[in-house]
């Protein structure tokens, strides 16, 4: 099965390639998700007014997807128009595509999962940290994933905010067990425990696997699984 986030149980690690060497980007996805054993790959899209930073389009997970047919494409949209991107990433070989409640919520965040699931995808709806979880519990039904900010995003290498936890702590009762629960930035050796703790199943990480040595990311995905 290509997209691992519809396989049920165990601990997801999901590098973002936003820490990766961009010049070498295939070489670094096939390391990672080869020797390294990561699960799936993280793709960061910012637009530079839902965030301050620019990053990566349709036309970079075009190419992933054509260079690992295997991976799972797991789209992180950081845009102020996330509607608009969905199709686009689903022709580019998207196996999941995430958007902000901050922009769409309600029936209309509802309607864009149903959307993203007509064009053969998963459905994830994210949550920056100033926001308050009540409006994704409104809607959790519809979506095949939570994703929890635990940094306000924008750039990799920031420091993990502790008070999301509870967060998750709110959200991991009210899942299925076909849903997921993700958590996006600051996650390191260090942070990782009390994550798990916290119900988190699918953690994402750019520096703490990208940032390190090749020979040193294995060790870093075993342990953000929570192994050893
Ligand atoms: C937020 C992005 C994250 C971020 C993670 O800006 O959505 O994926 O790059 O970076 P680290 O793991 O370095 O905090
Ligand atoms: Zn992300």
Redesign the pocket.
Known sequence: MRSVLRRRGGVLVAP?I??ADFAAMGEECRHVLGEAGADLL?L?VMDGHFVPNLTMGPDLCRCLRRALPEACLDV?L?VEDPGAFVEPFAKAGADHVTFHIERVAGREAAALAGRVRGLGMTAGIAVNPPTPIEPVLEVVGEFDMVLVMS?N??????AFIPGVLEKCRRVRPMLRPDQRLEI????NPSTVDGVLASGVDVV?????VFGVGRGERAGAVRRLRGEQ
């Open positions: 973002s936003l820490s993280h960061d992180h950081m940094v995003p924008g750039f990799s290498g920031q996006d930035g600051g996650v994402v990480a750019a520096s703490a």
